[in-house]
Nanobody
Framework: QLQLVESGGGLVQAGGSLRLSCQAS????????MGWFRQAPGKEREFVAA????????VYADSVKGRFTISRDNAKNTVSLQMNSLKPGDSAVYYC??????????????????WGQGTQVTVSS
């Protein structure tokens, strides 16, 4: 059974950094595209970043471009999100998600099949 487990969230001051990790188990990790999404209270779940399984091509939301970096380690079945220069507006529950690899990286949450339980990121001003 597929399972995604996020870790690394926490409380950080504005301008600080956090690194989120997502451990996948029970699936053929290398054939799946991975994404990170976030959801703040009262807001819809929004795309943050995604990475393809073979070429490591990536795509980022404009709001995090240049500050966040997504990466993956297929040997360890993990995907990470390095978050630098954090802002209070980055505060949210962050989710990793997985889908069967396709030609284009997907940014819409409904395109992803499997989700983790989420990890809270809070950035204080």
């Amino acid at each position: 059974q597929l399972q995604l487990v996020e870790s690394g969230g926490g409380l950080v001051q504005a301008g600080g950094s956090l690194r989120l990790s997502c451990q996948a188990s029970g699936t053929i990790f290398r054939s799946n595209d991975m994404g990170w999404f976030r959801q703040a209270p009262g807001k819809e779940r929004e795309f943050v970043a995604a990475i393809k399984w073979r070429t490591d091509n990536t795509v980022y939301a404009d709001s995090v471009k240049g500050r966040f970096t997504i990466s993956r380690d297929n040997a360890k079945n993990t995907v990470s999100l390095q978050m630098n220069s954090l802002k209070p507006g980055d505060s949210a529950v962050y989710y990793c998600a997985m889908r069967v690899s396709s030609y284009e990286l997907q940014t819409r949450p409904e395109k992803y099949d499997s989700w983790g339980q989420g990890t809270q990121v809070t950035v204080s001003s």
